[in-house]
């Protein structure tokens, strides 16, 4: 049983080789190779429906690819004999919803998980999650409910959640897609103080202001397939391929390419 925690030095956090998702007769991934090195950002930005999220919910194996291999930190997840339970330790992952427990306190939120899977005491559990609400500017809220908070303020819960479990490399799903635009910037502040700490993190993102500021790498995936990778500033200030310039107009300039589209009258 494959069982390794540590990276060797030198190795990606993250590898991704030849991988390939299908759901029936729809081929989501097709054939994607991506490397994350270890303190490394790399945001995924597409279209809607380009297989990002699938990507990166195949990371951490809440998605089996149809082939491929997926290695973090120089385990393979795809094994079939594979310790899953050990890699997703050292994985956080953060979701466009929040996912709290609204019965639960912010604190209780944080607890839960580090008592039933870490197997922590009380008073350890306890004093992490504080750490933690600390480090995203919310421990003012220990005492709050999930619906007494904002949703920038929830998300921001969730983020201090998945950290509290120790991981060393993170995850993030479109985090800010279902917020309201004015509590998107709190939670990528959070976010980049993550990556100036040196935490790996792979992101899909509409947010491209924010892989411009942030990411160290940046992806373009189109209709399952990563069509540009590089730099953040090569791929978002001179991007070499026609169908990523094409989507970064269209986001950066939202209404001028509707425009384009109104028929001629």
Request: a negative charge.
């Amino acid at each position: 049983m494959t069982t390794s925690t540590t990276s060797e030095p030198g190795r990606p956090e993250i590898e991704i080789r030849e991988l390939r998702k299908s759901f029936g007769d729809q081929d989501v991934l097709q054939g994607i190779d991506l490397e994350v090195a270890p303190g490394e950002v790399i945001c995924v930005i597409g279209p809607s429906g380009s297989g990002k999220s699938t990507l990166l919910r195949c990371v951490n194996a809440l998605e089996q690819p149809t082939s491929g291999r997926v290695l973090v930190g120089g385990t393979e997840v795809t094994d079939p004999d594979v310790d899953i339970d050990a890699v997703r330790r050292r994985i956080g992952m953060v979701f466009q919803q929040f996912n709290l427990f609204p019965h639960l306190t912010v604190t209780e939120n944080l607890v839960l998980p580090q008592r039933r899977v870490l197997r922590r005491g009380r008073a350890q559990a306890a004093a992490t999650a504080a750490e933690n609400l600390a480090r995203v500017g919310l421990a003012d809220k220990a005492s709050a409910y999930p619906a007494q908070l904002s949703g920038g303020q929830q998300q921001r819960v969730a983020i201090a959640r998945a950290l509290a479990m120790g991981p060393e490399l993170m995850l993030f799903d479109e985090p800010t897609s279902a917020l309201d635009p004015e509590l998107v910037g709190d939670v990528l502040a959070v976010m980049q103080l993550l990556a100036e700490e040196g935490m790996t993190m792979m992101v899909v993102t509409h947010e491209i202001g924010f892989a411009r500021e942030v990411a160290d790498q940046v992806a373009f995936m189109d209709a399952g397939t990563v069509v540009e990778q590089g730099p953040a500033d090569q791929v978002l200030d001179r991007p070499g391929h026609e169908r990523t310039r094409a989507f970064l107009s269209r986001v950066l300039n939202p209404l001028s390419a509707r425009v384009e589209q109104l028929p001629e009258t």
